[in-house]
T-cell receptor
Framework: DTGVSQNPRHKITKRGQNVTFRCDPISEHNRLYWYRQTLGQGPEFLTYFQNEAQLEKSRLLSDRFSAERPKGSFSTLEIQRTEQGDSAMYLC?????????????FGQGTRLTVV | KQEVTQIPAALSVPEGENLVLNCSFTDSAIYNLQWFRQDPGKGLTSLLL?????REQTSGRLNASLDKSSGRSTLYIAASQPGDSATYLCAVEETSGSRLTFGEGTQLTVNP
């Protein structure tokens, strides 16, 4: 168990470019979450997968954002036509299957800067 | 809509002090409450999870309590150390496996 892994750790991109982030959850965790955090704020929920099914999407997730989790393992978050307002830390978390222990474990995040 | 508030927003204490961080939430129908620590530029580290049926959880120098009916949780840190300096976030989970709703955090500085 190596924890939740996110790549890349940092990404600088020009406005209008597309970017893709990857998250590898803790093995055997069937739930995977994406959050976005801006400076001085708590993380805000973006979307949630249970296995390969995307069960919930926040209103924050505009049409430019898409997330996938093929085969219920790793997940990718893609942002198309990036805007300066997309600059933030993107955090991925996973939690185990089961109804009692739903403790969430977070990765180190991907810091996106749009210039 | 669930809202989570953390007080104070920032706290500076001398080393060795015991301290309390507060978290309140507007909808008491929660499933779990979780406390996290975040170092600058890093991800979140889970500290304690309290299930809705529990009143408190302890881990080392940390003790978290939950009063679901009043919508409050506290994180007690005993004998604070400079290494405790970080931002502490609380988050509530409304149903099993659902999203977490976070507060804005308390930025703690422990001075040597």
């Amino acid at each position: 168990d190596t924890g939740v892994s996110q790549n890349p750790r940092h990404k600088i991109t020009k406005r209008g470019q597309n970017v893709t982030f990857r998250c590898d959850p803790i093995s055997e965790h069937n739930r995977l979450y994406w959050y976005r955090q801006t400076l001085g704020q708590g993380p805000e929920f973006l979307t949630y997968f249970q296995n390969e099914a995307q069960l919930e999407k926040s209103r924050l997730l505009s049409d430019r954002f898409s997330a996938e989790r093929p085969k219920g393992s790793f997940s990718t978050l893609e942002i198309q036509r990036t805007e300066q307002g997309d600059s933030a830390m993107y955090l991925c978390a996973s939690s185990p299957r089961g109804q009692v222990n739903t403790e969430a474990f977070f990765g180190q995040g991907t810091r996106l800067t749009v210039v | 809509k669930q809202e989570v508030t953390q007080i104070p927003a920032a706290l500076s204490v001398p080393e060795g002090e015991n301290l309390v961080l507060n978290c309140s939430f507007t909808d008491s129908a929660i499933y779990n409450l979780q406390w996290f620590r975040q170092d600058p530029g890093k991800g979140l580290t889970s500290l304690l999870l309290i299930q809705s049926s529990q009143r408190e959880q302890t881990s080392g120098r940390l003790n978290a309590s939950l009063d679901k009916s009043s919508g409050r949780s506290t994180l007690y840190i005993a004998a604070s150390q400079p290494g405790d300096s970080a931002t502490y976030l609380c988050a509530v989970e409304e149903t099993s496996g659902s999203r977490l709703t976070f507060g804005e955090g308390t930025q703690l500085t422990v001075n040597p």
